[in-house]
């Protein structure tokens, strides 16, 4: 995407942000009293420009600044909650949770827009006309701070759970999968590669800036680190059938590549399986011992998967835009083993995982899709993996219900 638009989906996720935002507003509501002052009737004003706004603005003002603490810490807790329970790469989508943060940032605009509009009260800012718009203004508020806690309430039942935290990686994985379709690889461009300024992964390619700057040239911009890819200093993001761009190209190249010291769910669709297997191989471990947890995994790799593998390689293609520009595309091989190989390594030892995951593997491969080979490839590895860790007679059952299959 535009390296615009990928900053500002950053910025989006910051809850600094968009608490900013609403402390803003809260601001300029309690300021903005004054300006609407003349248009209020003067009957209104007399009704409901007494001492009673007052009241209301002090026990917002008193009460918010501590239901916004406790938000925080439970907001906290479920962060910690989840990178104990599922994956540190999980917590993530807790910090960047749309519903969470617009409950924290609507109590901490309430608190100052109360605190403000208390303190110009106090300093006569307002006359009877002013008193009455703050009244209005503040039930709304009251009534946004109570379908924002209510809201919160019911988002903090889900919010450390892990079968929830599954959930939102599934939904992430899939929306960029589907924006990555089974692909041919393109023909490779003999030419000029051009290397990272810095060391990191890859987090955005502005394909629309390469698709300029291949034209402008008369060339064509191949891609050899794609969004997920590390790369250090000095190892190569790409190559260029025009030969031998000058600096300020090469500089025009590399900015095209946005470089952060980790991964993130964003177009980055291998990243989302490998988190679902990090959550699977954590269920696993003695510790935690929650075979359940992997078998849900390999269903929602299997739906992931199976979505993927049967689409056209037409559908949702963005680079029909970009025909310039030539762009790595997902192996299914990798695919597969970023979801079930943590599944294959550490769960063949438990009888109702080992069937599950043959079980999905055995779909996949059966199935016309782009994955079904490297299902089919896996499949044999999982049954000797689950023939050597098995107990005798969970073997035997292993054996017998796939034997029941053929």
């Given at each position: 995407?535009?390296?615009?638009r990928?900053?500002?989906r950053?910025?989006?996720?910051?809850?600094?942000?968009?608490?900013?935002?609403?402390?803003?507003?809260?601001?300029?509501?309690?300021?903005i009293?004054?300006?609407?002052?003349?248009?209020?009737?003067?009957?209104?004003?007399?009704?409901?420009g007494?001492?009673?706004?007052?009241?209301?603005?002090?026990?917002?003002?008193?009460?918010l600044?501590?239901v916004?603490?406790f938000?925080?810490?439970?907001?906290?807790s479920?962060?910690?909650?989840?990178?104990?329970?599922?994956?540190?790469?999980?917590?993530?989508?807790i910090?960047?949770?749309?519903?969470t943060?617009?409950?924290?940032?609507?109590?901490?605009g309430?608190?100052?827009?109360?605190?403000?509009?208390?303190?110009?009260?106090h300093?006569?800012?307002?006359g009877?006309?002013?008193r009455?718009?703050?009244?209005l203004?503040?039930?709304?508020?009251?009534?946004?701070?109570?379908?924002?806690?209510?809201?919160?309430?019911?988002?903090?039942?889900?919010?450390?759970?892990?079968?929830?935290?599954?959930?939102?990686?599934?939904?992430?994985?899939?929306?960029?999968?589907?924006?990555?379709?089974?692909?041919?690889?393109?023909?490779?461009?003999p030419?000029?590669?051009f290397?990272?300024?810095?060391?990191g992964?890859?987090?955005?390619?502005?394909?629309?800036?390469?698709?300029?700057?291949?034209?402008?040239?008369?060339?064509?911009v191949?891609?050899?680190?794609?969004?997920?890819?590390?790369?250090?200093?000095?190892?190569?993001?790409?190559?260029t059938?025009?030969?031998?761009?000058?600096?300020?190209t090469?500089?025009?190249l590399?900015?095209a590549?946005s470089?952060?010291r980790?991964?993130?769910?964003?177009?980055d669709?291998?990243?989302?399986?490998?988190?679902?297997?990090?959550i699977?191989?954590r269920?696993?471990?003695p510790?935690?011992?929650?075979?359940?947890?992997?078998?849900?995994?390999?269903?929602?790799?299997?739906r992931?998967?199976?979505?993927?593998?049967?689409r056209?390689?037409?559908?949702?293609?963005?680079?029909?835009?970009?025909?310039r520009?030539?762009?790595?595309?997902?192996?299914?091989?990798?695919?597969?083993?970023?979801?079930?190989?943590p599944?294959?390594?550490?769960?063949?030892?438990?009888?109702?995982?080992?069937?599950r995951v043959?079980?999905?593997?055995?779909?996949?491969?059966?199935?016309?899709?782009?994955?079904?080979?490297?299902?089919?490839?896996?499949?044999a590895?999982?049954?000797?993996?689950?023939?050597?860790?098995?107990?005798?007679?969970?073997?035997?059952?292993?054996?017998?219900?796939?034997?029941?299959?053929?």
């Amino acid at each position: 995407m535009k390296r615009w638009r990928y900053y500002w989906r950053v910025l989006r996720t910051r809850i600094w942000f968009r608490a900013s935002l609403y402390a803003a507003f809260g601001v300029a509501a309690a300021l903005i009293a004054a300006v609407a002052a003349p248009l209020v009737p003067e009957e209104m004003a007399d009704r409901l420009g007494g001492e009673s706004v007052e009241a209301i603005l002090t026990i917002l003002a008193s009460s918010l600044l501590a239901v916004a603490t406790f938000s925080l810490g439970a907001w906290v807790s479920a962060y910690t909650a989840v990178s104990q329970a599922a994956s540190p790469r999980v917590a993530t989508l807790i910090t960047s949770d749309e519903s969470t943060q617009k409950a924290l940032a609507t109590f901490v605009g309430a608190f100052l827009y109360a605190v403000v509009a208390v303190t110009a009260i106090h300093a006569r800012f307002y006359g009877a006309e002013g008193r009455a718009v703050l009244y209005l203004t503040s039930l709304l508020v009251v009534c946004l701070v109570a379908f924002r806690l209510l809201a919160w309430m019911s988002r903090l039942s889900d919010l450390a759970r892990v079968g929830h935290m599954i959930e939102l990686v599934e939904e992430r994985t899939a929306e960029w999968l589907e924006a990555h379709p089974p692909a041919a690889a393109g023909p490779p461009v003999p030419g000029e590669d051009f290397t990272a300024p810095a060391t990191g992964y890859i987090q955005n390619i502005d394909l629309p800036s390469l698709q300029s700057l291949a034209e402008t040239h008369g060339g064509h911009v191949e891609i050899l680190a794609s969004v997920g890819s590390f790369r250090r200093r000095g190892q190569p993001l790409g190559r260029t059938s025009f030969q031998a761009p000058d600096e300020k190209t090469q500089e025009a190249l590399q900015a095209a590549f946005s470089i952060a010291r980790t991964r993130t769910f964003d177009q980055d669709p291998r990243f989302g399986l490998i988190v679902l297997g990090e959550i699977a191989a954590r269920a696993l471990s003695p510790g935690v011992n929650d075979p359940g947890t992997a078998t849900e995994v390999a269903g929602v790799a299997v739906r992931l998967l199976d979505n993927w593998g049967r689409r056209a390689p037409e559908e949702g293609d963005v680079n029909r835009e970009n025909d310039r520009v030539i762009r790595p595309v997902l192996d299914p091989e990798d695919l597969v083993q970023d979801v079930f190989g943590p599944l294959v390594r550490y769960g063949m030892g438990d009888l109702a995982v080992a069937i599950r995951v043959q079980k999905g593997l055995r779909s996949l491969a059966e199935c016309d899709s782009a994955v079904a080979n490297a299902a089919g490839s896996l499949m044999a590895e999982t049954a000797q993996r689950a023939r050597e860790s098995l107990h005798k007679t969970d073997r035997a059952r292993f054996d017998a219900e796939f034997a029941r299959r053929r």
